[in-house]
């Protein structure tokens, strides 16, 4: 059973342009929402995290919009740079259980 | 400071054998996490250690197994290795619940 849906599999995106990766739970229990970069041949790194209590928040060029009543959350990546193409997993946490990903999406910088 | 270290990083092992993987968290991170992740696809939750006790245990069977010793280092077990066991096998650390959860990068493992 998925409980996180993300979309799109795959983004090409030109250099200096907006990156967009939505995600979609089910469980109304979760209560953070971590977004994961990885390279090939490497674990994922955390990038930017929320809770469902706020509804935006923002780290540099990275930018996470969170809508409660929707379920939806996405990552947003300003100036988009050819250093930023990778995989990126979204997840999802309910207390103290297990982190549940996403199927992932990946972005390609293009000069 | 060092990060989640796991060994070995590649691991070849022929069907029906077993293998061992090793963790060592982050230096004051109590929790371990192992995932297993398939080509192509998100991370999938193995197991959780907390303080040497099992919190949590995802949908394997049982012939994957783990556990965690007094210095928080992990070991994850898989007997009977099957061709479909052949992905990445991740560990995540985190102080004590898995809000900030940080990944190793991975152990290769190739069952042929």
């Known amino acids: 059973q998925q409980q996180v849906k993300q979309s799109p599999q795959s983004l090409i995106v030109q250099k200096g342009g907006i990156s967009i990766i939505n995600c979609a739970y089910e469980n109304t229990a979760f209560d953070y929402f971590p977004w994961y970069q990885q390279f090939p041949g490497k674990g994922p790194a955390l990038l930017i995290a929320i809770r469902p209590d706020v509804s935006e928040k923002k780290e540099g060029r990275f930018t996470i919009s969170f809508n409660k009543s929707a379920k939806q959350f996405s990552l947003h990546i300003m100036d988009s740079q050819p250093g930023d193409s990778a995989t990126y997993f979204c997840?999802?946490?309910?207390?103290?259980?297990?982190?549940?990903f996403g199927t992932g999406t990946r972005l390609t910088i293009i000069p | 400071d060092a990060g989640v270290t796991q060994s070995p990083t590649h691991l070849i092992k022929t069907r029906g054998q077993h293998v061992t993987l090793r963790c060592s968290p982050i230096?004051?991170?109590?929790?371990v996490s192992w995932y297993q992740q398939v080509l192509g696809q998100g991370p999938q939750f193995i197991f959780q250690y907390y303080e040497k006790e099992e919190r949590g245990r995802g949908n394997f069977p049982d012939r994957f197994s783990a556990r965690q010793f007094p210095n928080y280092s992990s070991e994850l077990n898989v007997n009977a290795l099957l061709l479909g066991d052949s992905a990445l096998y991740l560990c995540a650390s985190s102080i004590r619940d898995n809000t900030e959860a940080f990944f190793g990068q991975g152990t290769r493992l190739t069952v042929v």
């Open positions: 997840a999802a946490l309910f207390g103290n259980e297990k982190l549940t």
């Open positions: 230096s004051g991170h109590k929790s």
